[in-house]
């Protein structure tokens, strides 16, 4: 199991796969723990690294988790054969804002596409069992969200950077929710169902 985890970390490099990074990973995992989470949706697999990364914390765990591009889907699909969890961790392939489900999770982590933050918050929060959790990476967006607006030269980037600020409005305003927001990793926001 060690030596997937290495191959698949290996793989994000070569490949720019942006994969959690090890104090983000750390964090989560702790979360898990401590938590006693059992179910995850997570929106976003890329390769698998961090569906499997939370399925390996204990033997009960299961983890849903939702890719849209295919070369990362089939990659991830091989991952997670090699790591025997095709019985704990379930991959669909789509766009997460066509998928419906139907299962309530302890914890839904967020780590798709940074400008869709808020939709898949409010797609995905019903399937948010009663004081779960809602956790979104790169909140920071690669150190941008510190910076100013003229310091940040494309305008894609800046519009991106814009929605990112907006979705941490969101979440502050949000009186359904109580958010914490951490500077771990790339940035995460725990967000707790009050
Ligand atoms: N959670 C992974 C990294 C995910 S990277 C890990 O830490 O190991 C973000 C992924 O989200 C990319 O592979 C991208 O293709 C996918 N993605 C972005 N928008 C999406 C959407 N609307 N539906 C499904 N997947 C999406
Ligand atoms: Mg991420």
Redesign the pocket.
Known sequence: MNNLIEE?KNY?VINH????TDG??HYLEDYIKKHNIKNIL????????????MCNIDSDITVT?????EA?YLEAVKNIKKGNLEDRIELIF??????NLEDKYDLI?I???KA?NG??FERFEINLKDNGTIIT?NMNFHGLVFKNEEEIESRNLRQLVRKVRNYKEFLISNPKYETLFLDIGDGLAVSVKK
């Open positions: 698949m994000a796969v942006p994969i959690i983000g990973l997570e929106v976003g697999t890329a390769i698998g690294y961090s569906a499997i990364c988790t939702i890719e849209r591009d990362r789509g766009d997460a804002l066509e998928v982590f780590d798709a596409a869709q939709k898949f990476d």
